[in-house]
């Protein structure tokens, strides 16, 4: 009888929960201010500055009401500033789709992550 129970909750819960993501990696991603071609033109040396993450989300209310920016602009301007880098090298971007109570469109929201090694151009 307890095994019955424990399997109609694990159930439940995955129909209240459902999600789904997707991962691709990168060579080099910029800051959506940075001009990559002026940066690529010439050889630059750059300062290494260690592994960062960004993670940026949009939620959605009933599935009509749309709040926050998960592209990856944002993610990768999120991670950037926790090191105050420029670019990030070998970056890896995963994006994911969470429903709560998917049939019903309740609450969903879409997470865009970045990770990678921050790296900083000296100044000109």
């Given at each position: ?31 959506g ?21 960004g ?70």
């Amino acid at each position: 009888m307890e095994g019955e129970k424990v399997k109609a909750l694990l159930l439940l819960a995955a129909l209240l929960l459902a999600s789904c993501s997707t991962v691709g990696n990168f060579g080099v991603v910029m800051k959506g201010s940075a001009d990559p071609g002026e940066r690529f033109r010439t050889a630059n040396s750059y300062e290494d500055l260690g592994p960062v993450e960004g993670k940026a989300c949009r939620y959605f209310l009933l599935g009509i009401i749309p709040f926050g920016d998960s592209n990856l602009t944002e993610a990768t301007d999120k991670a950037l500033a926790s090191a105050d880098g420029d670019a990030i090298i070998n970056a890896s971007v995963s994006t994911s789709l969470y429903g709560f109570i998917p049939i019903y469109n309740i609450l969903g929201s879409t997470c865009t992550t970045v990770k990678g090694t921050a790296i900083k151009f000296p100044e000109r």
